[in-house]
Nanobody, 120 residues
Framework: QVQLVESGGGLVQAGGSLRLSCSAS????????MGWYRQAPGKQRELVAA???????NYEDSVKGRFTISGDNAKGTVFLQMDSLKPEDTAVYYC??????????????WGQGTQVTVSS
């Protein structure tokens, strides 16, 4: 089992910044990658950013140049620095961890979510 704890969400005006943090506990040695997803009302959950093998990163197109993901998969920590926030960034943000424990066995773990609200 992997447990994820998120923090850093809040209310901010457009153009402001927030930094999200996520810390994993439990079977963290099995974590292969971590990332952030978000879900706005009426929309599907989407990948915001992910970090794999400690160095590879991937970003959703709309956040490129504004958001930065960092962390240490081995330690089970991941951060999301969000700058130049826009109202359309408003969503519940979820921390995600992927654990591969066998050749064909993969688990996805999710945090409870943290609300990010960007006012205009």
């Amino acid at each position: 089992q992997v447990q994820l704890v998120e923090s850093g969400g809040g209310l901010v005006q457009a153009g402001g910044s927030l930094r999200l943090s996520c810390s994993a506990s439990g079977n963290i040695f099995s974590i292969n990658g971590m990332g952030w997803y978000r879900q706005a009302p009426g929309k599907q959950r989407e990948l915001v950013a992910a970090i794999t093998s400690g160095i590879r990163t991937n970003y959703e197109d709309s956040v490129k140049g504004r958001f930065t993901i960092s962390g240490d998969n081995a330690k089970g920590t991941v951060f999301l620095q969000m700058d130049s926030l826009k109202p359309e960034d408003t969503a519940v943000y979820y921390c995600n961890a992927v654990a591969i424990i066998g050749p064909v066995t993969k688990y996805d773990y999710w945090g409870q979510g943290t609300q990010v609200t960007v006012s205009s």
